[in-house]
């Protein structure tokens, strides 16, 4: 009887550890997208935090980038929003789940069409005409500028 009663407890706990488990990654995947923020920095200290919905607030320029219309603020927009009035470059990282990861823009190489195109799953990513697919950055998380004034 105790073999089979240990057995069955053992049983009760893995499901018990599956179910706590499986709440965990539920909560993760269900978490609300406003959770999702990009953030500005000087590399020290951060300068501005914005939503989506902050994001959108700055304005949308529309462009059209490798055949398809982007829309969004521009870079050169949250960065002014941000406190930033001239840099001598910026670096953007993003989740780099489907990209690189990041990429380095100069100041010369950033314009009013470099922007930050909202995408349908609610996060953003960096697109220009002049930039090429495997440049762009997906899930932006954060800006980090180097040379701030």
Partial sequence: MSGGRSRALIVLGAVLVLLVVGAWAAASLL??????EVRVSDGTRVLASYTVGELQSLGA??????????????LIRVLEDAGVNDFSRVVIRGAGVRDA??????RDQV????????ANRGTVKI???EMAWDERVRDVTEIIVEGAE
Avoid: H, M, N
């Fill in 101 to 106: 990861g990041s990429i380095v823009l100069t």
């Fill in 61 to 74: 320029v529309k462009i059209v980038a490798l055949g398809k219309t982007e829309q969004g603020p521009s």
């Fill in 31 to 36: 978490a609300p997208k406003d959770r999702y």
């Fill in 111 to 118: 314009d009013g069409d470099v922007i930050f195109d909202i």
């Fill in 127 to 129: 697109v220009s005409p």
